[in-house]
């Protein structure tokens, strides 16, 4: 069994930041990619940054320059740093692993249960 727990969501005003967090925890072999997706009211869920092991990153074109995502593997845990955060950014934020839970496993999907992120005045 693998659970992801997210904290950090809540409310903040046009221009803030925050920060959520992910960690995984149980059976783990090895974690491949991480990402953060959102899911606005009426809008299909959307990537918004994933890093891989390697360290490598990709970020929406909305978010570019304003949010930072960083990994730590000792704590199987990831990061978005979001700053200048605009009315745009509110939806529930969603992180995602890649995990083997054994070696020469496939790779498997999971989800945390979801952050609010709300930026109003």
């Known amino acids: 069994q693998v659970q992801l727990v997210e904290s950090g969501g809540g409310l903040v005003q046009p221009g803030g930041s925050l920060t959520l967090s992910c960690a995984a925890s149980g059976s783990i072999f090895s974690i491949k990619g991480m990402g953060w997706y959102r899911q606005a009211p009426g809008k299909q869920r959307e990537l918004v940054a994933a890093?891989?092991?390697?360290?490598?990153?990709n970020y929406a074109d909305s978010v570019k320059g304003r949010f930072t995502i960083s990994r730590d593997d000792a704590k199987n845990t990831v990061y978005l740093q979001m700053n200048s955060l605009q009315s745009e950014d509110t939806a529930v934020y969603y992180c995602n692993f890649k995990i083997q839970v054994r070696r020469a496993s496939e790779l498997l999907n999971y989800w945390g249960q979801g952050t609010q992120v709300t930026v109003s005045s």
């Open positions: 890093v891989t092991s390697a360290g490598s990153t």
